[in-house]
């Protein structure tokens, strides 16, 4: 069963900064959109950010996130990373990667296959 793994969460202070990684070990995710989800608190899974696949030319946010944090692909690495920013305590979640079977970028949790166990981000004082 092919899966993401996610890595790099932890605790942070309002305003600072983390820079999570998403990998597969045995299996390439250079072909596939990826994308970063999280779920916070008493709250439903929710769309972070997206990147198209290979060169990843092309991203898509969530306006929450927009201008603060950034997606990236390291193909040689395999990796997808997602830099986060001025962390702001509502971005206090899990986070979890996926690939998509979708050409065209999506928020749709739906066109997303293989999932990881997510990361811990916590934004506190």
């Known amino acids: 069963q092919r899966q993401t793994v996610e890595s790099g969460g932890g605790l942070v202070q309002p305003g600072g900064s983390l820079r999570l990684s998403c990998t597969a070990f045995g299996w390439s995710i250079s072909p596939y959109p990826v994308g970063w989800f999280r779920q916070g608190p008493g709250k439903e899974r929710e769309f972070v950010a997206a990147?198209?696949?290979?060169?990843?030319?092309?991203?898509l946010y969530d306006d929450s996130v927009k201008g603060r944090f950034t997606i990236s692909r390291d193909n040689a690495k395999n990796t997808v990373d997602l830099q986060m920013n001025s962390l702001k305590p509502e971005d206090t979640a899990v986070y979890y990667c996926?690939?998509?079977?979708?050409?065209?970028?999506?928020?749709?949790?739906?066109?997303?296959?293989?999932w990881g166990q997510g990361t811990q981000v916590t934004v506190s004082s």
């Open positions: 996926a690939t998509s079977g979708v050409v065209q970028l999506t928020t749709i949790q739906g066109e997303y296959d293989y």
């Open positions: 990147i198209s696949s290979w060169n990843g030319g092309s991203a």
